[in-house]
């Protein structure tokens, strides 16, 4: 919560959530089965509906909460591997030439991982290029997508970002959408932490084009501020959530005698049985709070990581190297002694700066490699911090930078 943190895409928790989910906790709501936590699950099937209202798809959505991200990428494109190879889940893949899972040169890891984990291998993954705004480019993904086709290949799914981790950047999903559209391909849509956005009517434009998502995966901890770990995974067509796990169980899961009984089991679509019941957090945060309250909180950090580009650009040695779409931004220091520098002496410039940053504690920010080059990066996730508390992270890091 110290207001000088600004290092990773984790929210500091709203403590009223953080209360709540203690109580959910102490109550014993684990939810495979309705009958196990009917509360709980209650309140995770109303927030699932307010959250696809947020991403525009219509009643026919469902979704489901599972435990982070990760998880929620893989259970997704498990879900679009059996829906593309019926088989597979019982058979196993096994097939020549082997299908093809897409995505950007920015993919958080989670995705490329799940390729291995769905025996796709990572040999099959085709990472498309990204503009200079680090975008994934859509002519580059059409061209992929008939190459593929061409050599026969099924194509699991497309990936797109909203936003990426690197610089926060947003794919154009509208154009995404048109083509996955066309050749009939799963779109999946990773918004794990550009999805708070939706919540706001002046930022939501952003991700334009994602109710066209076959699914989509949402952090609550990062946007939108609820105690880890609590993650969405949304379908367009609800039904689809079946396909990541063809299995009976009947004995957990009712008797198809009662096919509404899957309705609100959870169990058929996740790859938990029990699960902790904590969308009680965000369901009370909402009903005590309102919505509003989260877009209020997530224009707040937009505009505060917009300030600190202003100011940057203002700063005669630190240079942002490009403008923020949200809340995340890449920048350099380039004192006047190291204005001709070489990348690399740069770059090992960034990299000593981050960690001497670090050793002194009074700041946290994080650095990443773009390009092969280090640069420092801040998330503004504390709604209390402030344009100051990142001015006095820049004066701070001119100190450091000088001092032997
Ligand atoms: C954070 C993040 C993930 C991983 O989510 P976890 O909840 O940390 O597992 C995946 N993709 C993107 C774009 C993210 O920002």
Redesign the pocket.
């Known amino acids: 919560h110290a207001p000088q943190d600004s290092g990773h ?1 984790v929210a500091p928790a709203e403590p009223w959530a953080a209360l709540m989910e203690s109580v959910v906790s102490a109550s014993g709501q684990g939810v495979a089965v309705y009958e196990m936590g009917p509360f709980a699950r209650a309140a995770e099937l109303a927030v699932i509906r307010k959250l696809c209202g947020f991403i525009g798809y219509d009643a026919r959505a469902s979704g489901i909460a599972t435990g ?4 929620a ?1 893989l259970t997704a494109l498990l879900a679009a591997r059996n829906r593309a190879l019926p088989h597979a889940w019982q058979r196993g893949l096994g097939m020549a030439p082997s299908p093809v899972l897409v995505m950007s040169s920015d993919s ?1 890891y ?2 490329a991982r799940a390729a291995g984990i769905l025996g796709l291998g990572t040999d099959s993954i085709i990472k498309i290029p990204v503009d200079g705004a680090r975008r994934m480019r859509p002519d580059a993904l059409a061209s992929a997508l008939d190459r593929a086709r061409a050599e026969g290949r099924t194509v699991i799914a497309v990936v797109a ?1 909203a ?3 690197p610089i926060g950047a947003f794919d154009p999903l509208l154009e995404i959408a048109a083509i996955t559209r066309l050749h009939g391909i799963w779109l999946h849509v ?1 918004a ?2 550009g999805g708070g956005l939706l919540v706001s009517p002046d930022l939501r434009g952003r991700l334009a084009g994602i109710d066209q998502a076959d699914s989509v ?1 949402w ?1 609550a ?2 946007m939108l501020h609820m105690p880890a ?1 609590l ?1 969405f995974l949304l379908y367009r067509d609800g039904k689809d959530r079946f396909h990541a796990f063809a299995q009976d169980a009947p004995y957990v899961f009712g008797d198809g005698e009662t096919p509404d009984q899957a309705e609100w089991d959870a169990g058929l679509a996740t790859a938990e049985c029990t699960r902790k019941g904590h969308t009680v957090a965000l369901w009370a945060f909402w009903s005590t709070f309102g919505t509003a309250a989260t877009a209020a909180i997530v224009e707040h950090l937009v505009a505060t990581t917009h300030a600190f580009y202003d100011d940057m650009r203002a700063s005669p040695d630190f240079v942002p190297v490009h403008q923020p779409e949200c809340n995340i931004l890449c920048f350099r220091h380039i004192p006047e002694a190291l204005r001709s520098a070489s990348p690399e002496v740069l770059s090992r410039h960034q990299q000593t700066l981050y960690q001497k940053l670090i050793a002194d504690g009074r700041h946290f920010l994080s650095a990443t490699m773009l390009d092969g080059e280090w640069v420092l990066r801040v998330t503004v996730m504390n709604p209390l911090t402030t344009r100051a508390h990142l001015q006095a992270l820049l004066s701070r890091s001119r100190e450091l930078a000088s001092a032997k």
């Open positions: 895409q982070g991200g990760s998880l990428n958080h989670s995705v970002s936003c990426a981790t990773d794990a932490h995966i952090d901890h990062k770990l993650t």
